[in-house]
T-cell receptor, first 110, second 117 residues
């Protein structure tokens, strides 16, 4: 059974304090690894898709990386507006379904 | 690009009534749309996969007669919660896969908060 595990469950950072969120996955035949941001009461907002080990993608203060077993979302010099829940998901095999992790709730304080 | 809308954004209904939620892809065609349910402080739970022009595929434990899904066009899917009860109260989110894109990336709508009294 495909599994995606995220850690930590919650993370509190000071503004400017860089850190990383982890997403470990166990799937058969990874097709893509996805990162989303979700604000309270809203749908997930697409951030990145990674396809193969060694791939990296960046967007503003965020950088996502992928290995054969896990993905990291690095947040550099975060700001309070980066506070949100970050979701990781994997698609595998022949279907289109995503398997989601339970998310990391990030709070960035002044 | 890749914008998905949902309507309504919130709805309150009486127990026993039916509620329809619309999901539209605004700037791309979506052969596949997905319906999720999310409980407070939990991740997304896939309810069903909707393919344009064919019957939806429901996940195990999801009652297909209670959650009716129609995907009549490449830009519209609807979820109807029939004979709603308080336990159906939840946050419902749809997503759409861009048929022209090279990836499995799903783009999500803003969600619909359903409260059944």
């Amino acid at each position: 059974e495909d599994q995606v595990t995220q850690s930590p469950e919650a993370l509190r950072l000071q503004e400017g304090e860089s850190s990383s969120l982890n997403c470990s996955y166990t799937v058969s035949g990874l097709r893509g690894l996805f990162w989303y941001r979700q604000d309270p009461g809203k749908g997930p907002e697409f951030l990145f898709t990674l396809y193969s080990a060694g791939e990296e993608k960046e967007k503003e203060r965020l950088k996502a990386t992928l290995t054969k077993k896990e993905s990291f979302l690095h947040i550099t010099a975060p700001k309070p507006e980066d506070s949100a829940t970050y979701l990781c998901a994997a698609s595998a095999g022949g279907g289109n379904k995503l398997t989601f992790g339970t998310g990391t709730q990030l709070k960035v304080e002044l | 690009g890749a914008v998905v809308s949902q309507h309504p954004s919130w709805v309150i209904c009486k127990s026993g009534t039916s509620v329809k939620i619309e999901c539209r892809s605004l700037d791309f065609q979506a052969t596949t749309m997905f319906w999720y349910r999310q409980f407070p402080k939990q991740s997304l739970m896939l309810m069903a996969t909707s393919n344009e022009g064919s019957k939806a595929t429901y996940e195990q434990g999801v009652e297909k007669d209670k959650f009716l899904i129609n995907h009549a066009s490449l830009t519209l899917s609807t979820l109807t919660v029939t004979s709603a009860h308080p336990e159906d109260s939840s946050f419902y989110i749809c997503s759409a896969r861009d048929a022209s894109g090279p990836t499995d990336t799903q783009y999500f709508g803003p969600g619909t908060r359903l409260t059944v009294l």
